[in-house]
């Protein structure tokens, strides 16, 4: 009766030692996941039969529409459908960076910073009018690149040329 008692106790020490466990990770894989972006991950089967190297193109494609991705690469390339680098941007276009108005203004500034402030003055007259009085220009700033909205980078070109 105290060898059943004994081995009870190791049991159940063990599982709350085993729970305690499972726990502590649990909390520390949620606080890892609190500390990053929300991305999402698409699997895609290349075959409905899982053979390495062989793709059923049309299969790819429905899974692909059915995940809504097509849908958002649409939506992505009608809205700001081309983009360019900060540094290009800096390079392309520093023949209109000449006016010495403007190159008081932007002396000083971060690259990024430079090319936000070079673009609004360029693009103002493309830009629209929101109700609360501010203006939507037709770029926007990533990380690494701008994106322009149709029509932007044509305007950019014009007023280089």
Known sequence: ???TKASKKRKKETNK???HKFQRQLKGLLSAMDGTRTRYIRCIKANANMIP??????NTMKQLECSGLMTALIISKESYPQKLGYEFIVTRYSCLMRDNGLNEAIAGMELQ???RYVLAKWL???SKKNRDGT????????KTKVFFKPGAQDRLEHLRL
């Not at 190297?53 to 049309?58: G, I």
């Not at 203006?135 to 990533?142: D, I, L, S, V, W």
Request: charged share 25%; with cysteine; proline share 8%.
């Open 113 to 115: 910073e430079r090319v």
């Open 53 to 58: 190297k062989l793709t059923d193109h049309a």
């Open 17 to 19: 030692t085993v729970l």
């Open 135 to 142: 203006r939507t220009m037709p770029f926007a700033c990533g």
């Open 124 to 126: 103002k007259p493309m």
């Open 1 to 3: 009766s105290e060898v």
